[in-house]
């Protein structure tokens, strides 16, 4: 039996090196002896601190800009479908749950619906809150079908394409969006985890992470470790550098 991995967890690495019940092999140099691009990081605080209320940093703008000029192709990154992540009464506070998982609701704006990304539960867009029948629902947070309107409204020339489970429920769908990405040089790719594993993109040359310490916050004791894991996989996506 064999495992292969570029990050391996912690569990694997201790039973391989303090245990020695797995055989350790280590590549120690990339495909053709390629460097990892730069990472810079961004801190959005500071951002909107400086009045950029965007869900890109200014160097992430000029950056997409300038492989646009360049004909170059971008991939940014969000690891949270849908449009928003959580729909909150502002009045009362009551937040929209799954009633099987007791969880937030995430809303879909394409569908104009409300969906558990647990148990694929949903329900219509609730307009008056059922606590205190106020009007005054709001949407927070991000997801990447947000995130896609956003890079439509800032680069209306690009071509952008998104991948996320919405957008692969049909058979192939998968491979077709990134052949597509690939053939047709669409400048910008939009998606969640499944962009960053196992693509080769030569024309890739920028990759951003929206959000990028979001998935800290997760129920999981390994939430760093995983962080860890899927923002290398990310860099290792870019052929010249990330943000």
């Given at each position: 039996?064999?495992f292969?991995?570029a990050?391996?967890?912690?569990?694997?690495?201790?039973?391989?090196?303090?245990?020695?019940?797995?055989?350790?092999?280590e590549?120690?140099?990339?495909?053709?002896?390629a460097?990892?691009?730069?990472?810079?990081?961004?801190?959005?605080?500071?951002?909107?601190?400086?009045?950029?209320?965007?869900?890109?940093?200014?160097?992430?703008?000029?950056?997409?800009?300038?492989?646009?000029?360049?004909?170059?192709?971008t991939?940014?990154?969000?690891?949270?479908r849908?449009?928003?992540?959580?729909?909150?009464?502002?009045?009362?506070?009551?937040?929209?749950?799954?009633?099987n998982?007791?969880?937030?609701l995430?809303?879909?704006?394409?569908?104009?619906?409300?969906?558990?990304?647990?148990c694929?539960?949903?329900?219509?867009?609730?307009?008056?809150?059922?606590?205190?029948?106020?009007?005054?629902?709001?949407y927070?947070?991000?997801?990447t079908?947000k995130l896609?309107?956003?890079?439509?409204?800032?680069?209306?020339?690009?071509?952008?394409?998104?991948?996320?489970?919405d957008?692969?429920t049909?058979?192939?769908?998968?491979?077709?969006?990134?052949k597509?990405?690939?053939d047709?040089?669409?400048?910008?790719?939009?998606?969640?985890?499944?962009?960053?594993?196992?693509?080769?993109?030569?024309?890739?040359?920028?990759?951003?992470?929206i959000?990028a310490?979001?998935?800290?916050?997760?129920?999981?004791?390994?939430?760093n470790?995983?962080?860890?894991?899927?923002?290398?996989?990310?860099?290792?996506?870019?052929?010249?550098?990330?943000?």
């Open positions: 039996m064999f292969g991995s990050t391996p967890d912690i569990k694997s690495y201790y039973r391989a090196v303090e245990e020695n019940k797995i055989t350790l092999l590549l120690t140099k990339r495909a053709n002896n460097n990892l691009p730069k990472i810079e990081i961004i801190d959005l605080k500071q951002e909107l601190a400086n009045g950029n209320r965007s869900m890109l940093s200014n160097e992430l703008y000029k950056s997409i800009e300038e492989n646009l000029k360049e004909k170059r192709q991939i940014l990154f969000l690891n949270r849908g449009y928003s992540t959580f729909i909150m009464c502002r009045n009362c506070g009551y937040t929209v749950k799954c009633k998982c007791n969880i937030s995430t809303y879909h704006s394409y569908e104009n619906k409300l969906k558990c990304h647990y694929g539960y949903e329900e219509p867009v609730v307009k008056i809150c059922p606590a205190c029948h106020s009007d005054k629902i709001r927070f947070g991000t997801g079908q896609e309107q956003e890079i439509h409204k800032q680069f209306p020339n690009a071509k952008t394409i998104r991948m996320d489970i957008t692969v049909k058979k192939n769908s998968h491979e077709e969006i990134l597509k990405f690939r047709e040089n669409i400048d910008i790719l939009i998606g969640t985890q499944m962009v960053v594993k196992g693509h080769h993109f030569p024309n890739v040359t920028l990759v951003g992470v959000a310490d979001s998935s800290l916050n997760i129920d999981d004791y390994r939430a470790e995983r962080t860890f894991q899927i923002l290398t996989q990310v860099a290792r996506t870019s052929r010249k550098r990330k943000r």
